[in-house]
């Protein structure tokens, strides 16, 4: 709006000095047209009257002719009619009467001329003559008042009508302004202000056809700049939040694995003592049916810390991988036989997609293994009666990161048909000791030698989860040309 009031001053200044020129202009040629008609007026009426007492005077005599003036003087309105001469005559014998007036050379127009009585009048003289000889002479005059008269008059209607021809255009020039600039300014200063508070959408539309319509093109890609940079730098934000996450992950991981390998060091020789005192015990033949229960209950209690034991020392040391080439497919396959007991117990059916082609990748055999069947265990276990366990392996297509390029890799997918994770579960569940399960059901150290003899592999590890669906757990392992 400012800027309106601004160019709207700027333009009514141009606008009155224009009229004010053009008003001075035509006023000063309206005062030279108005004395030049006023000397024209005078001539004829001087001219007139001249040759009317000239004739007067030579047939009726001097008297008849100054009255026959006296009656003209009365008919004119505004102008003053006299004869030059005061002395009357009847006859040219008598002496020339004027004789000092006519002495002199007479002008026809005389200007500004201060006459007998005082009053400054424009004056025209026209000589009188009768039968060639200059009786006199006539003067018709006006004041100059009347001429001044009309100058104020004429000031008057020109800065009217100025002033009139000034707010007409203004207002224009207002009303225009507020249209053409006001309005356009408003909505790029509001879509400025929403950038300001982080607002981008939606688009800023302007159909003017002029430079506004570019700065709101041009905001509108600024905008479309600001959401790509945002979402990028989102983007590296997650990033660097996973990459915080997993650096804390690995660092838990690393203290309990020390601490681990402490325990189940320092937990292995009681456990063997405990373990063959059992066997001893339950090599007893004197024992009592209720004995032989708590025999084989110690036995099978040491039997299972043992193997905590030996997850702990897996988790917990630096292995040195003996890496083969394997399949893909036939190593599922194996991991999927040696599970199919437990799953043909718990009533859970087994299915592993048919694949033509092989898809080898380098790995230590044991530990895959390994890998996988802590997988297929959990998806039997998690899976109720009469529900099958899916196993598929894919060759996953080249896939570029904005950074870097990952390799070519392979997926081994186990999907399961049970109550799903929870998505509070589903960040932790490869923490060590970590576990959803009943007390005496899990040690949760299952998904976390998954996790890291994947990671000792170089791959990764997914698992996506519907609640009421299933779960599918994804590893993902480098692929051999």
Not at 77 to 96: H, K, M, N, Q
Not at 236 to 246: F, W
């Amino acid at each position: 709006m400012r800027l309106t009031l601004k160019l709207t001053l700027a333009y009514l200044l141009a606008v009155a000095a224009v009229i004010a020129l053009q008003g001075y202009v035509r006023f000063q040629l309206g005062v030279t047209s108005h004395a030049l008609d006023e000397d024209r007026d005078h001539a004829r009426v001087a001219t007139a009257l001249a040759r009317l007492v000239s004739q007067t005077w030579e047939l009726d005599g001097a008297s008849h002719a100054l009255e026959a003036l006296s009656e003209a003087e009365a008919a004119e309105t505004g102008l003053r009619i006299r004869f030059g001469c005061e002395t009357p005559v009847d006859s040219l014998d008598d002496a020339p009467p004027c004789s000092e007036l006519l002495a002199r050379p007479i002008t026809r127009v005389v200007t500004g001329q201060v006459l007998d009585d005082g009053t400054q009048r424009r004056a025209t003289l026209e000589p009188v003559l009768v039968r060639g000889h200059a009786v006199g002479v006539l003067e018709v005059s006006e004041p100059v008042a009347t001429e001044q008269a009309w100058r104020r008059d004429a000031i008057a209607r020109l800065s009217f009508f100025g002033m009139i021809i000034v707010v007409a255009t203004s207002l224009m020039a207002l009303l225009t302004g507020l249209w053409l600039v006001a309005r356009p300014t408003a909505i790029l200063v509001e879509k400025a202000r929403a950038v300001g508070r982080g607002d981008l959408s939606p688009a800023l539309v302007l159909r003017t056809g002029d430079e506004f319509s570019l700065l709101a093109d041009a905001m509108n890609t600024m905008c479309d700049r600001i959401a790509e940079a945002r979402a990028r730098a989102a983007g590296d934000a997650e990033g660097r939040t996973r990459a915080i996450e997993q650096l804390r992950h690995a660092e838990r991981l690393a203290t309990v694995g020390t601490l681990a390998s402490g325990v189940a060091h320092e937990l292995g020789t009681p456990l063997s003592v405990i373990e063959a005192r059992a066997e001893l015990l339950a090599s007893c033949t004197h024992l009592t049916e209720r004995e032989k229960k708590h025999v084989a209950a110690i036995a099978d209690a040491s039997e299972r810390m043992t193997r905590i034991v030996r997850q702990l020392l897996l988790f917990a040391r630096e292995n040195t991988l003996a890496m083969v080439p394997l399949d893909a497919h036939k190593t599922l396959l194996d991991a999927v036989a040696f599970v199919a007991p437990i799953a043909g117990a718990r009533g859970v059916n087994l299915s592993i997609a048919e694949r033509s082609t092989k898809s080898r990748f380098e790995g230590d055999p044991v530990l895959v293994q390994q890998a996988l069947v802590n997988v297929l265990m959990n998806a039997i276990q998690a899976s109720p009666s009469g529900a099958t366990v899916h196993g598929d392996v894919s060759d996953d297509a080249l896939s570029f990161s904005s950074s870097f390029p990952r390799p070519p890799s392979l997926s081994m997918t186990i999907s399961d048909e049970g109550p799903g994770i929870d998505d509070e579960h589903r960040a932790r569940i490869f923490e060590p000791f970590f576990t959803t399960k009943a007390p005496g059901e899990g040690t949760g150290l299952g998904l976390s030698v998954v996790h890291a003899i994947v990671s000792e592999h170089r791959g990764s590890i997914d698992v996506a989860s519907e609640r009421g669906v299933g779960s599918t757990f994804t590893l993902r392992f480098p692929r051999l040309p």
